[in-house]
């Protein structure tokens, strides 16, 4: 049993702020967006990003429409210095985007940071330290005047340092770590001599950044804390006041909500809520709660299942299939309830007014995407759902995406011939639908061999019963099959690729792999699974590649379906 809380933690209310204005706010606007996505996010990863995953996610978070982007800590480790240069070097920064980089208030670290960014564009340097009473005394050994003192050095020393620089546009950050457990007169004390020391104007804006680096309150009083500051800080028409919520409470999308409502400019993030112990707060949470309130965010998430699976690609974390109006399975109802409200709400629904169906306060559509539901489920009947029954019974295991795909499959049988579906003739239609697609081309062999680029392979096919041995490179099997399918005209590309054991076989001969692939043809945005089945995983793969390929040929179920 947990002991007596009162024993052990005390309430925290740092401000009463009798007047408060923020809850008489509504959202009108989106704040400026900073993604953390490079730094912050990639510091949480048991592995952090390499510099081809980190350059492929910069590039995603620009098309996203992001402008500001943090993307290293230079004076960490020479692998992030070399990423900043790399940005700058190869020229990947649009003209549009201003990239960040954050170092703590040290001499030396700071003139390392400044070195890495020599020829950019427009630069933030985002300088952090901790201010609290707890880090003061316990961490840093600090009195007051000495974290003003280094603050105001920190910030002349950024100055001295970017003026032999004048092709770069310099803007300052100034981050109060542990800003919510900070003296609020402490805090507009620090904050004052920065922007002071640093100079700002309405035309030369420092931003200060009041991070809820540990969320130790409910939203409502990081809200006071935020407004108190907004009102009351120096200069407030040269300072952009940015928020950095974390969510170790589990409420920073509210925190950064309210904290906008009380006067805040900026908000930084995550763009699926990553970061240190429970994370930052989530970028497209907040963007989307933004969109469904008739706001337009400024990011373009209308190709969320590109952007998810690119985030997982990139940081190797799985996104919560109950993830808001990301998840593989948000558009997708269980309950025959449900589905007979959201499918009644889709009916009535007209396309000049306001959206209006039940149990869904998004058009799956904005998003690129629909709903579907999964098959409904018998009571009585004690069986489990369509993904249970094909691994119990024939040791499948489906990606989600796939069972949301196939679900719509027996949906259409069912809605046919009415009636429950067994185990067996779940098999049978997945085997028609996916593993015995030979029309038009029918797999007949292959053989793998070294390159220089990687492998290369020799691919046998037959095509409307013409037999074409067809070649290819790349750096993988996959990616070589797809190179010599295109020989024949089937230009296509891999969106995700899944393998897994089957065990043996029931006559206890030799294990057996399946590969699941989802393709997209290169002129559509159509999506297509294909499965196969071998004792080889390759042989697998390339069965599951063809089998991908024969159902987009033949017009397959397409995936707008939930991904």
């Not at 008489?24 to 949480?44: E, F, H, K, V, Y």
């Not at 920065?194 to 809200?223: C, F, M, Q, R």
């Not at 299942?305 to 109950?322: G, K, M, S, W, Y």
Request: with cysteine; charged share 20%.
């Amino acid at each position: 049993m947990l002991q007596n809380p009162s024993t052990k933690y005390r309430s925290f209310r740092p401000v009463r702020l009798t007047d408060r204005q923020w809850p008489n706010q509504t959202l009108t606007a989106p704040p400026i967006w900073m993604s953390t996505d490079l730094r912050d996010g990639n510091q949480a990863l048991f592995e952090p990003m390499n510099a081809e995953r980190k350059l492929r996610l910069f590039q995603t978070l620009c098309d996203i429409g992001f402008k500001e982007i943090e993307v290293a800590f230079p004076s960490a480790s020479q692998t992030d210095f070399d990423f900043v240069r790399q940005l700058i070097d190869e020229q990947h920064i649009p003209d549009d985007v201003t990239i960040e980089v954050l170092t703590h208030a040290r001499e030396h670290l700071i003139r390392r940071t400044v070195a890495s960014l020599k020829g950019a564009r427009r630069v933030i340097v985002h300088i952090v330290n901790a201010t609290s009473k707890p880090f003061r005394e316990l961490v840093l050994g600090m009195s007051k005047n000495e974290i003003i003192a280094m603050a105001v050095s920190s910030v002349k020393l950024t100055k001295q340092l970017i003026a032999d620089c004048p092709e770069t546009e310099w803007v300052l950050e100034y981050s109060l770590e542990t800003f919510t457990a900070t003296e609020l007169d402490f805090a507009i004390a620090v904050c004052d001599e920065v922007s002071k020391a640093w100079g700002a104007t309405p035309d030369h804006k420092i931003i200060l950044n009041l991070p809820s680096s540990v969320e130790v309150t409910t939203p409502n009083i990081y809200a006071d804390q935020i407004e108190w500051m907004h009102r009351h800080i120096a200069r407030r028409d040269s300072v952009i006041l940015s928020v950095h919520p974390h969510n170790d409470r589990g409420t920073a999308v509210a925190a950064a909500e309210l904290a906008v409502m009380a006067g805040a400019d900026r908000v930084e993030g995550c763009l699926f809520g990553n970061g240190e112990r429970t994370g930052n707060v989530d970028l497209v949470t907040l963007a989307l709660n933004l969109y469904t309130q008739g706001i337009s965010p400024g990011l373009d998430f209308s190709d969320i299942n590109a952007v998810a699976r690119t985030f997982e690609d990139c940081t190797q974390l799985p996104i919560h299939p109950r993830h808001p109006y990301v998840g593989d399975l948000v558009f997708t109802a269980f309950s025959g309830s449900h589905q007979d409200a959201i499918k009644k709400g889709f009916a009535a629904q007209n396309p000049v007014d306001f959206w209006n169906v039940p149990y869904l306060p998004f058009d799956p559509a904005d998003l690129g995407r629909s709903y579907d539901s999964m098959i409904r489920i018998n009571s009585q009947s004690g069986k489990g759902g369509i993904a249970h029954l094909l691994e119990s019974q024939y040791a499948v295991a489906l990606p989600r995406r796939l069972q949301v795909e196939f679900s719509g499959v027996v949906q259409k049988q069912t809605d046919i011939h009415g009636g429950e579906m067994s185990a067996a003739d779940l098999w049978q239609l997945f085997s028609q639908t996916y593993l015995d697609t030979v029309d038009p081309m029918r797999y007949v062999e292959h053989h793998l061999y070294e390159h220089d680029i990687g492998q290369g392979v020799r691919l046998v096919v037959a095509m409307n019963g013409t037999v074409h041995v067809l070649a290819g490179q790349g750096n993988g099997p996959i990616d070589a099959a797809v190179h010599a399918l295109s020989g024949i005209g089937m230009y296509i590309n891999v969106r995700s690729f899944e393998e897994r054991s089957m065990g043996c076989s029931a006559d206890g001969g030799e294990a057996r792999a399946c590969a699941f692939i989802e393709i997209i043809p290169s002129n559509s945005r159509g999506h297509y699974y294909g499965v196969g089945m071998d004792s080889n995983i390759v042989t697998a793969s390339i069965k599951a590649l063809i089998s991908g390929i024969n159902r987009l040929v033949n017009g397959g179920v397409d995936s707008t379906l939930p991904r």
